[in-house]
C-alpha cells in the first residue's frame, strides 16, 4: 500500500448534560456541553472497515450520563479526569481520551437576601472550559472561561505604532476598551486540588489587573492579567489569552452642531484587532 495513516481519532461531541446534586433541600446544578475524542489502534476501521475495535460515538454518549450519575464531584475539572480515565482504563485499545467539557454558569436566585435552595438564574454568556488529556501514562488538566466580556470607559490609550503610507488611525490616550477574554491555564498537578476555589481566585486576579492597570496595548493588559493569574495560584504553570480588540468607534457629532467629548460612540464587530499570548513560569 503506497499510503500510511499517520494520525486517527474520532468521538462524540455535544454531549448536552444537566446534573442536580439533592443534598438535603439544597441542590447543587451543573449544565455542561461534553466532547470526547479517542485515540488508540482504530486504523483497520479506516482501512479495512473493520469494527471490532470501535467504541460506538453513541456509548460514548451514554458513558457522558452514566459516569455523572455514578459519581459525586465537586468541580467541572474532576468530572473531565473521571471521564477520560473512565475510558482509558475501560478499552485496552485506548490510548488517549481527551475530554473537552464546557459549563453554563447558573447562580442562586436570591430571596429575601438569602441564597435560594433550588432557583436559579443564568450566569451570562461567559462558560467555563475544562480540557482533560489522559493517557495510561500521565494525566494533564487545562482549565479556563471564554466569552467573558470586560469593558472600561477609560484608562486606555494607543500610540508610537508603524506609521506609513496605510497607518490613518490616529493616536489616543483615552479610549474606550472593550474585549471578549478567552482564557486557559494549565494545572502543575490534577489531584487534591479545589478548582472551585482556584478557578474563583485565577478569574478575579486577571479581572483585578484588567480594571485597575492603565492600557498601554491590548499587548501589555494582557500579559499583566497571565502574570496576575499567576502571581495569585502557584499550582498553574502557564496562562494563555485571546482578546479580541471589541472597538467603540467615536461619532462625528460635528454635523449637528455638537461636540463629542468621549461620550457618544458606535459599538463594532467586525473588523476588530486579536490579540493572545502565552505567559509560563520561568
Do not use: C
Request: hydrophobic share 40%.
Amino acid at each position: 500500500m503506497p499510503f500510511k495513516i499517520d494520525l486517527n481519532s474520532y468521538g462524540k461531541s455535544k454531549v448536552r448534560l444537566t446534573k442536580v446534586t439533592r443534598n438535603g433541600d439544597v441542590h447543587e446544578l451543573k449544565e455542561l456541553s461534553v466532547d470526547v475524542l479517542l485515540r488508540g489502534d482504530f486504523q483497520p476501521s479506516y482501512t479495512d472497515g473493520d469494527n471490532t475495535k470501535i467504541v460506538a460515538t453513541d456509548s460514548m454518549k451514554n458513558t457522558v450520563y452514566v459516569v455523572a450519575k455514578e459519581n459525586r464531584f465537586a468541580s467541572t475539572e474532576e468530572y473531565a479526569l473521571l471521564l477520560a480515565r473512565h475510558f482509558v482504563a475501560t478499552y485496552a485499545h485506548v490510548d488517549e481520551a481527551q475530554v473537552d467539557v464546557f459549563e453554563q454558569p447558573w447562580k442562586r436566585i436570591v430571596v429575601n437576601e438569602n441564597p435560594h435552595d433550588h432557583a436559579f438564574e443564568s450566569g451570562g454568556n461567559e462558560e467555563g472550559t475544562v480540557t482533560a488529556i489522559v493517557t495510561r501514562q500521565k494525566a494533564t488538566l487545562t482549565s479556563g472561561l471564554r466569552n467573558l466580556l470586560v469593558l472600561k470607559t477609560t484608562g486606555s490609550g494607543f500610540s508610537d505604532f508603524v506609521r506609513d503610507r496605510y497607518t490613518t488611525l490616529k493616536d489616543t490616550t483615552d479610549r474606550i476598551f472593550a474585549t471578549s477574554v478567552t482564557a486557559t491555564w494549565e494545572w502543575s498537578k490534577v489531584d487534591g486540588v479545589d478548582f472551585v476555589l482556584l478557578n474563583a481566585t485565577i478569574r478575579s486576579a486577571m479581572l483585578d489587573a484588567f480594571a485597575s492597570t492603565y492600557s498601554l496595548a491590548v499587548q501589555q493588559t494582557l500579559n499583566l492579567m497571565a502574570e496576575a493569574a499567576l502571581n495569585a495560584v502557584p499550582d498553574i504553570s502557564s496562562v494563555t489569552i485571546t482578546m479580541p480588540n471589541k472597538h467603540r468607534l467615536l461619532v462625528n457629532l460635528a454635523p449637528f452642531g455638537l461636540t463629542n467629548d468621549n461620550e457618544i460612540f458606535v459599538p463594532t464587530d467586525e473588523p476588530h484587532g486579536l490579540i493572545t499570548g502565552k505567559i509560563s513560569r520561568k
